[in-house]
């Protein structure tokens, strides 16, 4: 075959998964002596080190044996602004609201002190592996603007947007719709497709937001192209009896989102606890994606989160950590809290090292609309890598030595691993974390 004479080959093992584990048992596809050859920021070929070495002679090689290669992880449920109230334990969704989240919201309004969260929100991130996220950002224009900024010079690949609401919440977190619109309007003009930058309209919830304001969400969407949409649904059941007083006319929650168009391929709703079957239909028959949050779901109380439902009505699945709701940043913990709750829920999935990478990557991908550019390390897909390595003498170091099998590895990565073992994180091929002091 023709072969580039440059480029920089990664040996390592690696794990990925190009094709949905949850409808093909062989979807996880793993190399033990494995080899990505990266070239111009892309993925130029993924398999065995002496069959990648032997296509490309003239690439350099970077011998990461002792660590796992795994496609950079994606969350697609977390608010930028809540980074300084995690750990507000005790509280169900509304009132942890109004008595945690809306007053750190209203802080945003001070750029210095948003601009400063921003830039902690996003090594967070990296640090756990994240290399892509869709963000709720702040009620406040200039606030959002920092954080799209923030991540331009890091490197991460976010997409977010400014966050609408005009009633019900506190009275300096809310707009006019006029304002959103036009405020909206700016943000995305000056962000959406810039780099690796993407916007998503962001309505905080129905129970937020008029139906003037959604109207006006719903005139960005349709003048815009490939913007993307992000809500929450059916979280609890408090704000579902809410929904229905608000919207009489509305069948079901969904049918409020539905109205102003907004399911669709890239439009993904967080939580969907408590979905009616016809929810769940209308939802995988539109392409949108549901970001389950395990964390969240248990941390505030909010129900146990019907995953074989979802997958069985083909609705396409994904992982968010929430953060202020939930318990911290990490995808692969979010992971295995999903496969804690669902050992517990009601008809819940068992599930395989494999789906919990699915949900982790290639899910979040598909969730987003990017399942051609990341997710995995499909040749030409960019190199979104993330680089593990357990810690000398840790109880991860010590299973991975004996571990007979990669998807027994993958287990362990689940359950052992989080920010402690993330040794490297790049973005297109160009490194956005690398561990300090890392002696392995
Ligand atoms: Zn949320």
Same mark, same amino acid.
């Given at each position: ?5 440059? #480029? ?6 690696? /794990? ?47 011998? &990461? ?26 509280? =169900? ?10 007053? =750190? $919201?209203? !802080?945003?309004? =001070? ?7 921003? !830039? ?13 996220? /869709? ?11 920092? /954080?799209?900024?923030?991540?331009? !010079? ?14 019900? /919440? ?24 810039? #780099? ?23 005139? &960005? ?31 079901? *929650? ?11 391929? #890239? ?75 669902? !050992? ?42 993330? *680089? ?35 040794? $490297? ?16």
């Amino acid at each position: 075959m023709s072969s580039p004479k440059r #480029g920089e080959i990664l040996r390592a093992p690696l /794990l990925h998964t190009p094709r949905n584990p949850f409808f093909d048992a062989r979807a996880l596809e793993a190399y033990w002596d494995g080899a990505l050859l990266i070239s111009d920021g892309k993925i130029e070929a993924c398999g065995e080190y002496s069959t990648v070495r032997a296509n490309y002679p003239a690439a350099s090689v970077t011998d &990461l044996r002792g660590g796992f290669l795994l496609p950079g992880l994606i969350d697609t449920h977390i608010h930028f602004p809540q980074l300084r109230i995690l750990g507000g334990l005790g509280k =169900e969704l509304l009132s942890w609201l109004e008595e945690l989240a809306l007053p =750190e $919201e209203a !802080r945003m309004a =001070e750029l210095s002190y948003a601009c400063e969260t921003a !830039r902690r929100f996003l090594h967070a991130l990296a640090s756990h592996g994240t290399t892509a996220a /869709l963000v709720f950002g702040a009620h406040f224009a200039p606030a959002t603007a920092a /954080l799209f900024e923030a991540a331009e !010079r890091l490197g991460l690949r976010i997409v977010s947007g400014m966050v609408l609401s005009d009633r019900l /919440l506190r009275p300096e977190l809310h707009q006019t719709p006029d304002n959103a619109y036009r405020e909206s309007a700016a943000l995305i003009g000056r962000f959406h497709g810039r #780099g690796r930058l993407l916007y998503a309209v962001t309505p905080r919830f129905a129970l937020s937001t008029s139906e003037t304001m959604l109207e006006a969400c719903e005139a &960005l969407m349709r003048e815009h192209k490939g913007l993307r949409f992000q809500t929450h649904l059916n979280e609890s059941r408090a704000e579902i009896a809410e929904i229905a007083r608000l919207f009489p006319w509305a069948a079901d *929650y969904l049918a409020v989102y539905e109205r102003f168009h907004f399911t669709g391929p #890239g439009a993904v709703f967080a939580h969907n606890v408590h979905p009616s079957e016809s929810e769940l239909d209308r939802l995988a028959a539109s392409g949108a994606a549901v970001s389950h949050c395990p964390s969240s779901n248990a941390a505030l109380g909010s129900g146990f989160f019907p995953l074989r439902r979802h997958v069985e009505a083909g609705v396409k699945c994904s992982l968010g950590t929430d953060v202020g709701g939930g318990t911290g940043f990490g995808i692969l913990k979010e992971g295995l809290q999903a496969y804690l709750l669902q !050992r517990l829920a009601p008809k819940g999935l068992a599930l395989s090292p494999a789906q919990l990478l699915y949900l982790a990557t290639r899910g979040g991908a598909e969730a987003l609309d990017l399942a051609n550019e990341v997710g995995d390390f499909t040749p030409g897909k960019a190199a979104d890598i993330l *680089y593990l390595r357990p810690p000398k003498d840790s109880p991860l170091a010590a299973v991975v030595e004996r571990a007979d099998s990669l998807e027994r590895v993958l287990a362990a990565l689940f359950t052992l691993g989080d920010s402690i073992c993330v040794s $490297e994180v790049r973005v297109e091929g160009t490194p956005v974390y690398c561990a300090e002091g890392d002696d392995n």
